[in-house]
């Protein structure tokens, strides 16, 4: 038998029991796992996402740390997940046997290419930089089979405005006469998808919330075909979501904005969208909420 410490993050929140939690394990050098064990362990801690991170101290410097880091949900592995690589941020960033307080940048190398996650000077906040998604405005035809699923979803009719697709995201903007932060979603309808190739649907309204009143958009998203019913938080969405917005509300490339995710859990985000260098960054704040052991056989 053998043991891995673990860390579950509340991301995307200063206040335990909200934002989007996350599972974090720091592999020690003399332990590998093998994928279908990750997915294992995924399906155990049944959140959202679980990050496993390998340390690769070849690729360390004076002022930066790189590790490996891969993101399972219950079901399946994914290519990018914006809460927990700030959950892994913070687990890394408050121990300082891992990354001395004199080290502000860590450099993740994951199946997106190479990410990063910088401290904000006198915040609790943690900067991410991802790769800005592509959008693809969808035909008329499949925007109709879009806005039938869609109220279904809801239980009533909706004004669809608009459906694009970005990467394993279709994002579907909804008429801000419709109450999204406050609505009954029945994410079933979902499943299986409209959209050949996306596992994730984004609904999304710049109708004001009641809960983060400088929000310039508000957004809720349902993956259950990767087994998440909706994700509280999903810093990842907003790779796309932030380019969307920033055209339609005209918000200059690099301004600061925030948006909200209005999930019961509920998160709140900083955004920038780069538009030059087609990355988008995300800042937030995250509260370690757990730390634990997970027992292994030694054939697990």
């Given at each position: 038998m053998f043991t891995l410490q673990y860390t579950i993050v509340d991301a995307f929140t200063s206040s335990p029991f909200a934002g989007n939690p996350a599972a974090v394990i720091v592999l020690p050098?003399?332990?590998?796992?093998?994928?279908?064990?990750?997915?294992?362990?995924?399906?155990?801690?049944?959140?959202?996402?679980?990050?496993?991170?390998?340390?690769?101290?070849?690729?360390?410097?004076?002022?930066?740390?790189?590790?490996?880091?891969?993101?399972?949900?219950?079901k399946n592995e994914v290519p990018l997940c914006g809460h927990a690589?700030?959950?892994?941020?913070?687990?890394?960033?408050?121990?300082?046997?891992?990354?001395?307080?004199?080290?502000?940048?860590?450099?993740?190398?994951?199946?997106?290419?190479?990410?990063?996650?910088?401290?904000?000077?006198d915040?609790?906040?943690?900067?991410?930089?991802?790769?800005?998604?592509?959008?693809?405005?969808?035909?008329?035809?499949?925007?109709?089979?879009?806005?039938?699923?869609?109220?279904e979803a809801v239980g009533g009719s909706v004004a669809v405005l608009d459906v694009q697709k970005a990467d394993r995201f279709m994002l579907v903007r909804l008429d801000t006469a419709f109450d999204l932060e406050n609505a009954s979603v029945n994410p079933t309808p979902f499943v299986p998808h409209v959209t050949t190739g996306t596992r994730s649907t984004v609904l999304t309204s710049e109708r004001p919330s009641a809960l983060a009143p400088t929000a310039r958009f508000?957004?809720?998203?349902?993956?259950?075909?990767?087994?998440?019913?909706?994700?509280?938080?999903?810093?990842?969405?907003?790779?796309?979501?932030?380019?969307?917005?920033?055209?339609?509300?005209?918000?200059?490339?690099?301004?600061?904005?925030?948006?909200?995710?209005?999930s019961s859990r509920g998160g709140d985000l900083d955004v920038i969208w780069e538009k030059d260098k087609g990355r988008v960054k995300l800042r937030g704040n995250a509260v370690v909420v757990a730390r634990g052991e997970m027992y292994l056989p030694p054939k697990a």
């Open positions: 050098h003399s332990i590998a796992i093998s994928d279908p064990l990750a997915q294992k362990i995924s399906a155990e801690f049944n959140l959202s996402e679980t990050a496993f991170v390998v340390p690769r101290a070849m690729e360390d410097t004076e002022y930066s740390r790189t590790y490996g880091l891969r993101w399972f949900t219950p690589t700030l959950a892994t941020a913070r687990v890394l960033f408050a121990d300082v046997a891992l990354v001395p307080e004199g080290v502000n940048m860590l450099k993740f190398e994951t199946l997106s290419g190479t990410l990063t996650a910088k401290r904000v000077p915040t609790p906040h943690i900067e991410l930089e991802f790769p800005a998604y592509t959008l693809i405005p969808v035909g008329a035809e499949e925007l109709e089979k879009v806005a039938r699923v869609v109220d508000i957004s809720r998203m349902f993956a259950p075909a990767s087994g998440i019913p909706e994700d509280p938080v999903t810093g990842s969405a907003h790779c796309a979501l932030a380019p969307y917005w920033c055209e339609v509300l005209k918000i200059p490339p690099g301004e600061v904005f925030t948006a909200r995710q209005a």
